[in-house]
């Protein structure tokens, strides 16, 4: 993941190899074609296929017996809409909240990690990827017991009378954090913060100390320096790191499927019980569709704004 | 006038945030840790009951469970050799060539990781169910090694591209053959970032839920075993494979830190 983000910081090489002599100039320039092959084929026949096969699903109809035909419906589309908007609305009110915990939980770790944890570094590090290896499905259950109704953390909160403020706030209810909004965007915020973390700590460890002390050296505040030289300097990775956060946490159904109620159902949810339970198989490409298309509009405006487009 | 408290507070408010963020990260972590000694009173492992080892000592005492992991792990195998290969071929030739349709490509590679998994997971279902596919091991694995591959790219590309070509001029003009400098310099080179694919894609592959329950059928991961035992009652000794990865997957990161430390020290 760390380099899903980071071309590292040595010199940007020009990537040709030296003139090849003459005679070879002909396979040289078929070599990337034979080394691509494989890999684009693949991802062309099980990633783009699939995809243009279910833009033809979504204006099918018909029923499992008798097989699905494309018949143009489109009003899929518009029933899906009409239906599943709440749904759309929560995924990405949920998923834009937890982007925005995850970024203001993830800078100061990141900080830390690329500016003051010096020998410890590595072990932080090594921290923040780690609980990877657990099931995610394994670590989410282990919200369930932390949050549990009697567990310490809900009484601890009671007590301190944070839950009836969450409650006036809507997103708690009565004296329970399990199954309402807090609880999903919690777990959503918990699941995806690794991936608001690498990106940021690799774009903030490129960053030259001495930029740093030059800063310090104008008279500069500490925190003057963090808004002019640090900050505007760690954009890629915040761009990075939000999107890398947004778009699974936009489309996951596990979150709210185990810590919240049938009132938090996010998009992803309907779209896995549509295709796995009632297997209404045109509903759940278009839903699919309407999802992929509002994540390809935020983001593509995200960028945009951001003013960064080397991303890959 | 500022106190010496309160100057030590503001010097080091970030490094305390960042502590508590890292306790925010590893906190499930201790919660499986601790509930794979609990020995619970049903079916769920939700309350402290009282200790035991009893998980720890037989962590296949579950039906299908150690079946299911087994499964995933060979998938996770697979998987990551497919992706490794097909990703470092394809990173190869986006970082050394320009030809027709790089761009094209680079952004062939980013759309996976752009896509949520559900989006992915459906539409690759829906294709396999109307072609008839019977869903299974090998859907599976077909899914994992597509998902995968990107990341394999990225990684692997990242690191080539950031090679100095100089190294590979010398080893030619040592009289190295194309093949000689190949497998002595520039494989060499790379491999770090094709360790980090391959470590990648086996996390990702070994953990997938989401795409795997739309392509797996009655086939069950580790995962989907998971899932399926969490409305029923997880089994304690879920939280012992839980707690067993994790320290596997720190043990080799604190090994190969290791390895890699001395090499480097050799070196200089």
Known sequence: MTAATAPPPTSPAPAT??????????????????????????????????????????????????????????????????????????????????????LAIGYPLAYTIAFRAGRWRNVVLVLVIAPFFTSFLIRTLAWETILADQGPVVSFLNTVHVLDVTSWLHITQGDRVLATPLAVVCGLTYNFLPFMILPLYTSLERIDGRLHEASGDLYATPFTTFRKVTFPLSLPGVVAGTLLTFIPASGDYINAELLGSTNQKMIGNVIQSQFLRVLDYPTAAALSFILMAAILAIVTVYIRRAGTEELV | MQTRPMRWLRKNVVVLAGVLALGYLILPNLVVLAFSFNKPKGRFNYTWNHFSTDAWQHPCGVADMCGS?????????????????????????????????????????????????VVMGASLGTLFLNMRIRFGFWTILIAHTMFCLSFVVVAVKARVMSMDPRLEQAAQDLYATPAQTFLRITLPLAAPGIAAGALLSFALSFDDYIITSFNAGNTVTFPMFVWGSAQRGTP???????????VVAVLLVVAGQLVGGRRRGART
């Not at chain 2, 195998?77 to 394809?90: D, E, F, P, S």
């Not at chain 2, 304690?236 to 994790?246: E, K, L, P, S």
Request: aromatic share 14%.
């Open chain 2, 69 to 117: 992991l087994t499964l995933s792990l060979r998938l996770a195998v697979y998987a990551t050799i497919g992706a490794t290969v097909l990703g470092t071929m394809t990173a190869f030739a986006l970082a050394r060539y320009r030809f027709r349709g790089r761009a094209a490509t680079n952004m062939l590679i980013f759309l996976p990781m752009a896509m949520p998994e």
């Open chain 1, 17 to 102: 190899v030296p003139a090849a002599p003459r005679r070879a100039a002909g396979r040289r320039r078929l070599t990337p074609y034979l080394l691509l092959l494989a890999g684009v084929a693949w991802l062309l026949v099980f990633f783009v296929a699939p995809m243009v096969y279910q833009a033809s699903t979504s204006v099918q109809t018909g029923s499992l017996d008798e097989g699905f035909k494309v018949t143009w419906h489109v009003a899929t589309y518009w029933d899906a809409l009409r239906e599943y908007w709440p749904h759309f609305l929560r995924s990405l009110l949920y998923s834009g909240i937890a982007t925005a915990a995850c």
């Open chain 2, 236 to 246: 304690v000794q879920v939280n012992v494979i839980g707690t067993a990865m994790f």
